[in-house]
């Protein structure tokens, strides 16, 4: 009796000195179960950084003020709303707004994407006053999501910069700056968007 209980002893003292440090090597090579949400973006190209631009979001009032330049020599604001919501599978943001006042009635549409090929978001905005779409290319710089874009106009060329971040929970600002030629960039229209 008294020999059994030894080998016994014996027994589970061999497999607890052979098999604990096969467990702990075991345990350190198997990887963390991943999430869905972790399996998702690492499947499909470009979630994650879509993902990024669910700040957007929803439905937001804003108020555009305009400096005073060639495009409105007298400044002034116009108030308007924009919707944002995901397109087909979460692909592209989906942005229509529409403001009006002083300096005009802008009615648009706004789709953005990321390019795997380029490594950056790309903007296409639409709108009421330019035929065509207007096309951006983006990225983030620190916590500002910024968007370049270049075109001819009158033998010249524009070039705008857009800089937007969200500034506090339901609140976005976003700058539009423009230069022509090489003259240096000008501010041409501060936005402030709240959340409804």
């Given at each position: 009796?008294?020999?059994?209980?030894?080998?016994r002893i014996a027994t589970?003292?061999?497999?607890?000195?052979?098999?604990?440090?096969?467990?702990?090597?075991?345990?350190?090579?198997?990887?963390?179960?991943?999430?869905?949400?972790?399996?998702?973006?690492?499947?499909?190209?470009?979630?994650?950084?879509?993902?990024?631009?669910?700040?957007?979001?929803?439905?937001?009032?804003?108020?555009?003020?305009?400096?005073?330049?060639?495009?409105?020599?007298?400044?002034?604001?116009?108030?308007?709303?924009?919707?944002?919501?995901?397109?087909?599978?979460?692909?592209?943001?989906?942005?229509?707004?529409?403001?009006?006042?002083?300096?005009?009635?802008?009615?648009?549409?706004?789709?953005?994407?990321?390019?795997?090929?380029?490594?950056?978001?790309?903007?296409?905005?639409f709108g009421n006053d330019?035929?065509?779409?207007?096309?951006?290319?983006?990225?983030?710089?620190?916590?500002?999501?910024?968007?370049?874009?270049?075109?001819?106009?009158?033998?010249?060329?524009?070039?705008?910069?857009?800089?937007?971040?969200?500034?506090?929970?339901?609140?976005?600002?976003?700058?539009?700056?423009?230069?022509m030629k090489d003259a240096?960039?000008?501010?041409?229209?501060?936005?402030?968007?709240?959340?409804?």
């Amino acid at each position: 009796m008294k020999n059994m209980r030894r080998v016994r002893i014996a027994t589970i003292s061999m497999v607890l000195v052979l098999c604990v440090p096969l467990w702990a090597e075991r345990q350190e090579k198997t990887p963390e179960k991943p999430t869905a949400a972790s399996v998702a973006l690492a499947v499909k190209p470009g979630a994650a950084e879509m993902d990024r631009l669910k700040f957007y979001l929803g439905e937001w009032e804003y108020t555009e003020t305009y400096a005073k330049s060639g495009f409105s020599p007298s400044g002034g604001k116009n108030t308007g709303v924009y919707t944002s919501k995901l397109g087909p599978g979460g692909n592209s943001l989906i942005n229509t707004f529409h403001s009006q006042g002083p300096v005009g009635d802008f009615e648009g549409l706004l789709v953005m994407t990321w390019d795997a090929r380029e490594k950056a978001y790309k903007a296409y905005a639409f709108g009421n006053d330019f035929p065509g779409a207007l096309v951006e290319t983006g990225t983030f710089e620190g916590d500002a999501l910024v968007f370049r874009s270049e075109f001819p106009v009158e033998g010249a060329k524009l070039k705008l910069r857009n800089v937007t971040r969200l500034t506090a929970p339901g609140k976005i600002e976003s700058e539009e700056y423009m230069a022509m030629k090489d003259a240096p960039e000008s501010l041409l229209v501060h936005v402030e968007a709240k959340k409804r």
